[in-house]
C-alpha cells in the first residue's frame, strides 16, 4: 500500500467481497447468486467495466437492490464514467441519506484517495518501502497499529510518541508519524492536541494526502480563516492540487461567498468534471441562487 493508493479502488474491492459473500451465503445458488459470484471475480481481476455489466444485468432482475447500485457507483467512479451520476441519482430516490454518504466517498476517492491513508502507518512513516534497520522499531509501530484498529487511541498515542522519542528518523518519516498521531488525537476527540501534530506534519511534508487531516480540522472547527490560509499557501505551490480547490470551495460554501466558491470550484469543474458533478449535486440550491 501506498500514499497515492486510491480509495475508490478499495471502494471497489470492497463491494467486491459484499457480492462474494452476498453469492455464497445461501445454498444452493440461485441464478442471482451466480451472476453476483461471476462479478466479484471479475473485479477481483480488475475486470471492472464486464463486472459492471454482470451487476446491471443483476440489477434488472432485483428491482433497483441499494447494494447493487452502491456496487456500480463506485465501479463507475472508478472508471470515471458519466453513468456513476445515473445510479448516484437513482439511488437518492430510494435512499437519499444512503445516496448522500456515498456521494460524500465519491468525493473523497476524487480528491485523492484520501481516506485509505492512515490505513498502514508502516507505509506512512516508510513509503519507500525501505525498512528501517533496527527492526524493533517495525515491532513497535505494529504494536501501536494494533492499538489503533482496536480503538485504544490515548495508549495508540502513546505508543508513537514512545518511537518518536526513543529513535531517529528522517524528516519525512517523521512527517509521517505526526500525521498519524494528529489523526489519532482527532478520533480520540483532542482537538488541540491534533491540530499541535499536524502542523509539525504539515511543515515538514505538506504536499502528501494527508494534510486533509489538517484542513478538517480546522474546517470543523469552523476556523475558516485558518484553513484558508492552508489552502492559498498549498495552492501556491500545487495549483491544481484537488485536495486544496476543494478545501477552498467547500469553506467557502460554508461561509456563503459565492464568488470565492467559484474562484475554487470551477478550476475543479475544468480539473475533474464527475469531482465537480458530485460537489453539484450536494449543493444545487445554493448554487442555482447564486447564478441567479
Not at 11 to 31: E, K, N, R
Not at 242 to 266: E, H, N, P, Q, V
Request: net charge neutral; with cysteine.
Amino acid at each position: 500500500m501506498t500514499r497515492s493508493l486510491c480509495f475508490c479502488f478499495i471502494f471497489v474491492l470492497f463491494f467486491s467481497s459484499t457480492i462474494c459473500s452476498s453469492a455464497l451465503a445461501d445454498s444452493p445458488a440461485s441464478a442471482q447468486d451466480n451472476i453476483l459470484k461471476k462479478a466479484g471475480e471479475l473485479i477481483e481481476k480488475k475486470e471492472y467495466l464486464p463486472a459492471a455489466q454482470t451487476i446491471e444485468a443483476a440489477l434488472s432482475a432485483s428491482q433497483n437492490d441499494a447494494s447493487l447500485i452502491e456496487m456500480l457507483i463506485g465501479i463507475y467512479i472508478y472508471l470515471n464514467d458519466d453513468k456513476a451520476l445515473k445510479y448516484y441519482d437513482i439511488l437518492k430516490l430510494k435512499e437519499p441519506l444512503r445516496a448522500e454518504s456515498l456521494r460524500n466517498l465519491a468525493i473523497m476517492s476524487r480528491i485523492g484517495g484520501v481516506l485509505e491513508i492512515k490505513k498502514d502507518a508502516i507505509s506512512l512513516i516508510f513509503p519507500s518501502g525501505d525498512a528501517p534497520k533496527d527492526p524493533d522499531i517495525l515491532t513497535k509501530i505494529r504494536s501501536a497499529q494494533y492499538l489503533d484498529s482496536e480503538a485504544n487511541y490515548k495508549y495508540a498515542i502513546r505508543a508513537y510518541e514512545g518511537i518518536l522519542r526513543d529513535y531517529k528518523f528522517s524528516n519525512s518519516e517523521k512527517g509521517g508519524i505526526y500525521w498519524t498521531i494528529g489523526a489519532l488525537y482527532g478520533s480520540y476527540g483532542q482537538s488541540k492536541d491534533s491540530l499541535i501534530y499536524l502542523q509539525k506534519a504539515f511543515e515538514l511534508e505538506e504536499n502528501v494526502a494527508e494534510k486533509v487531516y489538517l484542513l478538517e480540522a480546522y474546517f470543523a472547527l469552523n476556523d475558516y480563516k485558518k484553513c484558508l490560509a492552508y489552502v492559498k499557501r498549498g495552492l501556491h505551490k500545487s495549483p491544481d492540487d484537488k485536495i486544496y480547490l476543494y478545501y477552498g470551495g467547500k469553506t467557502a460554501l460554508a461561509m456563503k461567498d459565492a464568488k470565492l466558491l467559484r474562484s475554487y470550484w470551477d478550476k475543479l469543474k475544468t480539473l475533474d468534471p464527475l469531482l465537480y458533478a458530485f460537489l453539484e449535486k450536494g449543493n444545487e440550491e445554493f448554487l442555482k441562487e447564486q447564478q441567479r
